[in-house]
């Protein structure tokens, strides 16, 4: 079964707007992960946030991670367009090591 | 940089023909990963290995083997495809011990067996 849910499926926006997508799971984890992906390709690590962290930044990213409520957030500042791709969130449960589940992902198009 | 390299982008098949498709690492990961990814359902995972010759199921091995006699090297079998295995196949790997932290993925193949 899929852990990490995405919300929204689709997000549009035009460019210079910040991008905000969500995760929700379901059982305790080391730790949550951000992966992109290009139309028909493969996917691109973007940020990890450990269990422990609260925030973490990457250059225009900041993921949020609220263990309590069991999701995060991924927040994409001053979007452009080059950032349109799908943006999935992949958990590390606690209870199974070898192994991430990844969510089904938001579709973000970012318009000139 | 990593790179992992899945030998076709698109490969076209019939129903009931073997299929083999061959994932390759270049950065000495021990671990690597066989995901699908069909709309609507993100990835599941297939198959992965931890070492040469090794091998454990993932979600859904059903319909599925893999080979790993090198290890660099990662290969995903079809052993008669069928058209409910037509989707986006995701190969990935990481060091061991990080089978939870960052995956590197390669390209994908796109698998439409008619």
């Known amino acids: 079964s899929q852990q990490g849910e995405e919300d929204p499926q689709a997000l549009s926006i035009q460019e210079g707007e910040n991008a905000t997508m969500n995760c929700s799971y379901k059982?305790?984890?080391?730790?949550l992960q951000w992966y992109r992906q290009n139309s028909g390709r493969g996917l691109v690590h973007l940020i990890l946030i450990r269990s422990n962290e609260r925030e973490k930044h990457s250059g225009r990213l900041r993921v949020t991670l609220d263990t309590s409520k069991k999701s995060s957030s991924l927040l994409i500042t001053a979007s452009r367009a080059a950032d349109t791709a799908s943006y999935f969130c992949?958990?590390?449960?606690?209870?199974?090591?070898?192994?991430?589940?990844f969510g089904t992902g938001t579709r973000l198009q970012v318009f000139p | 940089d990593v790179k992992v390299t899945q030998s076709s982008r698109y490969l076209v098949k019939r129903t009931g023909e073997k299929v083999f498709l061959e994932c390759v690492q270049d950065m000495d990961h021990e671990n690597m990963f066989w995901y699908r990814q069909d709309p609507g359902l993100g990835l599941r995972l297939i198959y992965f290995?931890?070492?040469?010759?090794?091998?454990e199921k993932g979600d859904i091995p059903e319909g599925y083997s893999v080979s790993r006699e090198k290890k660099e090297r990662f290969s995903l079998i079809l052993e008669s495809a069928s058209t409910n295995q037509t989707s986006m196949y995701l190969c990935a790997s990481s060091y061991l011990g990080q089978a939870q932290e960052k995956l590197f993925f390669g390209s994908g193949t796109q698998l439409s067996v008619l």
């Open positions: 992949a958990t590390a449960r606690t209870s199974n090591t070898d192994k991430l589940i």
């Open positions: 290995s931890y070492d040469v010759k090794m091998k």
């Open positions: 059982t305790s984890i080391n730790n």
